[in-house]
């Protein structure tokens, strides 16, 4: 007597899951760039959004003030100057200021930005610090509005309003801006 046995098997070969793997591996590659591009977009928005801030909040907190004089980065925390997003966590007035990419973020009265000393009060800076190479070029070639804007800074390289295109072009903000990582640094001065 001879039993027959029947051979019935069910599942996925290993050609179906391999495959099924690869659309799933593809798919995240995708989704990863995407991502990626998302996020650069969003900080790049995100510091002009605080570059605008900080410019609108001085010409509204020295509005009736004859001159910028006392303005630097522990006076702008103390006057609600820089946006709340700016200073890290738990750190209060002296700190850091940090903007959207996080490198450090200086204000000051007159022109110098970090030594600490007023050259001018009639004017004041803004230095965005830790930039790649496109946030620069983009940030360098926005247009805050011309006033008030005497000067750009990207790199040591000055612009100068009334000599130089301001806001500076974006082929020359491009050329300008050398670093493909994060070490430019942008200084915009207004009075």
Known sequence: ??????????????????????????????????????????????????????????????????SYAGLDKTAAIAMNIVPGDMLPAGIGKGSTIKNAFGGDTVIACGTTGEDGACDDSTKFSIQFKGLGKETCASLASSDWGSDGLVKISINGTEHTYGTDQLPVPPGTAVEECTSQTADNKIIWVYY
Do not use: C, W
């Open 1 to 66: 007597m001879s039993k027959s046995f029947k051979n019935e098997q069910s599942g996925r070969s290993m050609v179906e899951m391999l495959g099924v793997l690869a659309i799933i591996g593809v798919l995240s590659v995708g989704g990863i760039s995407g991502y990626s591009k998302a996020m650069a977009k969003y900080k790049l928005t995100k510091a002009q959004d605080q570059m605008a801030m900080i410019l609108i909040n001085i010409r509204t907190a020295f509005a009736s003030a004859p």
